[in-house]
């Protein structure tokens, strides 16, 4: 049996793979290292994974998280291999390495994820090439649902929206700009607050100026990401995560425009994941 998980900071996915098919599926809590111990790891899997498995004696894991950096790579395996026997390999790994596996197979290309923030690689068909850094909301993670959130409070509040949007806005959510202010500039995971706009976006896409807001952002993270990495010109290039999913249509446009190839699209990567573990 091969054990994978797609771990974020808040959740873990997981799948069970036997004879090359997904069995089971499990959700524990996240297990970022940056923000966890390996104790506090170590006890999550012991409590919350090892309970549900049919054994824990497991031919391979393969285990792609946020924050699985070289430097916190050890103690993910160390908290894994406390609770689990494994046989053969124990691969612990970046999400965006994951990601990639899961949008590009065994083939190389360009990998993107588009959620909450947004990152990118250049992969070679096993393994990632290079990385810029997404920098966050502030700073960058452009086409992300955080910036595209920021981008129409922002035109909200400075009058850019048609008047009509604007009232829908504040007809919908049912703040003041002193709210938003202080919910971004004053509280916790103003990214998170930002990108729960989304689905204002999905619902008034019909908008020009909501349309192109948004393309626009897609637009600038091509040019500020992708354009950096060799071959991005020939290159097919993929994507994961609910934003390039909604956002199909604005997303190939900028594309085309940029000169760019589509590859795959996939919302969840557990199953593109089974699929590339499978073949290998």
């Given at each position: 049996?091969?054990?994978?998980?797609?771990?974020?900071?808040?959740?873990?996915?997981?799948?069970l793979?036997?004879?090359?098919?997904?069995?089971?599926?499990?959700r524990?809590?996240?297990?970022?290292?940056?923000?966890?111990?390996?104790?506090?790891?170590?006890?999550e899997?012991?409590?919350?994974?090892?309970?549900?498995?049919?054994?824990?004696?497991?031919?391979?894991?393969?285990?792609?998280?946020?924050?699985?950096?070289?430097?916190?790579?050890?103690?993910?395996?160390?908290?894994?291999?406390?609770?689990?026997?494994?046989?053969?390999?124990?691969?612990?790994?970046?999400?965006?390495?994951?990601?990639?596996?899961?949008?590009?197979?065994?083939?190389?290309?360009?990998?993107?994820?588009?959620?909450?923030?947004?990152?990118?690689?250049?992969?070679d068909?096993?393994?990632?090439?290079?990385?810029?850094?997404?920098?966050?909301?502030?700073?960058?993670?452009?086409?992300?649902?955080?910036?595209?959130?920021?981008?129409?409070?922002?035109?909200?509040?400075?009058?850019?929206?048609?008047?009509?949007?604007?009232?829908?806005?504040?007809?919908?959510?049912?703040?003041?700009?002193?709210?938003?202010?202080?919910?971004v500039?004053?509280?916790?995971?103003?990214?998170?607050?930002?990108?729960?706009?989304v689905?204002?976006?999905?619902?008034?896409?019909?908008?020009?100026?909501?349309?192109?807001?948004?393309?626009?952002?897609?637009?600038?993270?091509?040019?500020?990401?992708?354009?950096?990495?060799?071959?991005?010109?020939?290159?097919?290039?993929?994507?994961?995560?609910?934003?390039?999913?909604?956002?199909?249509?604005?997303?190939?446009?900028?594309?085309?425009?940029?000169?760019?190839?589509?590859?795959r699209?996939?919302q969840?990567?557990?199953?593109?994941?089974?699929?590339y573990?499978?073949?290998?």
């Amino acid at each position: 049996m091969i054990l994978l998980a797609d771990s974020g900071s808040t959740k873990t996915d997981w799948g069970l793979v036997e004879n090359g098919k997904l069995v089971k599926r499990l959700r524990t809590s996240g297990m970022n290292p940056f923000q966890m111990s390996e104790e506090a790891i170590a006890e999550e899997i012991k409590n919350n994974l090892v309970p549900e498995l049919p054994s824990t004696t497991l031919d391979e894991v393969h285990f792609y998280g946020a924050g699985c950096t070289k430097e916190k790579q050890p103690i993910v395996e160390r908290a894994l291999r406390a609770n689990l026997t494994i046989n053969g390999e124990c691969e612990v790994a970046s999400d965006m390495l994951g990601a990639a596996r899961g949008i590009c197979g065994h083939k190389p290309g360009i990998a993107c994820i588009l959620g909450t923030g947004s990152n990118s690689c250049s992969y070679d068909g096993k393994n990632l090439v290079k990385n810029v850094s997404p920098l966050g909301f502030i700073l960058g993670d452009e086409g992300s649902g955080a910036v595209l959130g920021k981008l129409l409070v922002g035109d909200v509040l400075k009058n850019q929206m048609p008047e009509t949007v604007t009232k829908r806005f504040f007809e919908k959510y049912r703040l003041t700009s002193a709210e938003i202010i202080d919910r971004v500039y004053r509280q916790p995971k103003p990214n998170t607050f930002l990108a729960s706009f989304v689905p204002f976006l999905e619902e008034n896409i019909e908008e020009p100026k909501i349309y192109n807001l948004i393309k626009e952002s897609f637009r600038s993270f091509l040019r500020r990401n992708v354009m950096q990495y060799d071959g991005w010109q020939t290159l097919p290039i993929g994507f994961n995560g609910s934003i390039a999913k909604i956002y199909k249509k604005p997303l190939l446009e900028a594309l085309e425009e940029e000169g760019m190839h589509l590859g795959r699209i996939i919302q969840a990567p557990m199953e593109a994941m089974v699929e590339y573990h499978v073949e290998k």
